[in-house]
């Protein structure tokens, strides 16, 4: 039976980020760019709260516009991260790195929403933004490990297509880790949150198996997507598939 999810007090919020402070004081002390990571903590802080406040409206919202314009901004927001490590970033990278989180993206949260799911409408805001959300930094992590290595590999001098391949391999790294250690080393997110919520565990099993499965798919297909691309962008005579 399911039971509320206890709230979190002020209080029992500042001392959750006592970890994240510790973290902060020993990027202070060894000088690892800590101003940045202060900063990306702050940001998270404002981000999660505002998106909080704004979730509640599109929650709401039964036009299908206001979701797929969020929908847009995600996919803009995933593809610009995504190259911010490269030292160049120019058009050609981050139209490759938007087609390929879309494409991979899109084509996974449609099959999950619509084929296992079977969300009505199908832009319910309540499955299709989280879900969305999940699949996109998914696909935004590996385009982004596959677009530095590619760079990288490339300036060891190695072929284009080998530095695909390696690319490639290195950008499923975290995910692949990630399903050698389900169950073993941690719960994931979906799980945990439905088990503290008062799901059976064994129906929370199952959504996080939908989950593990989205991600791996939506990572493989854009970090190809992406890899293929930019092959051809910089070795424009030949097919790179």
Avoid at 36 to 55: C, D, H
Avoid at 150 to 172: C, H, N, P, T, Y
Avoid at 205 to 224: N, P
């Amino acid at each position: 039976m399911s039971t509320p999810v206890p709230s979190i007090s002020t209080t029992q919020l500042l001392i959750a980020l006592l970890p994240a402070v510790t973290a902060l004081a020993l990027l202070f002390y060894w000088r690892a760019q800590a101003n940045r990571a202060l900063y990306a903590t702050v940001r998270m802080l404002v981000q999660l709260f505002l998106i909080g406040y704004i979730l509640i409206a599109l929650f709401e919202s039964d036009r299908y516009s206001a979701i797929l314009a969020v929908l847009i901004i995600m996919l803009a927001s995933a593809s610009w991260i995504a190259v911010q490590p490269l030292a160049e970033h120019g058009s050609q990278v981050l139209f490759a790195a938007f087609i390929a989180i879309a494409v991979g993206g899109v084509s996974t949260l449609v099959l999950v929403t619509q084929g296992v799911l079977e969300v009505q409408p199908w832009f319910a805001p309540r499955y299709v933004l989280p879900l969305g959300g999940m699949i996109f930094a998914s696909a935004m992590n590996a385009v982004s490990l596959a677009a530095e290595r590619l760079e990288s590999e490339r300036d060891k001098g190695l072929a284009i297509m080998e530095s695909r391949r390696v690319a490639f391999q290195a950008s499923m790294i975290l995910m692949i880790n990630s399903f050698f250690a389900v169950g073993l080393v941690t719960l994931p997110g979906m799980m945990t949150g439905q088990v503290l919520s008062g799901v059976s565990p064994v129906v929370a099993a199952q959504y996080q198996i939908v989950v593990m499965s989205m991600l791996f798919g939506a990572s493989g297909v854009a970090s190809a997507i992406y890899l293929t691309m930019r092959a051809r962008q910089l070795t424009p005579t030949t097919t790179a598939l």
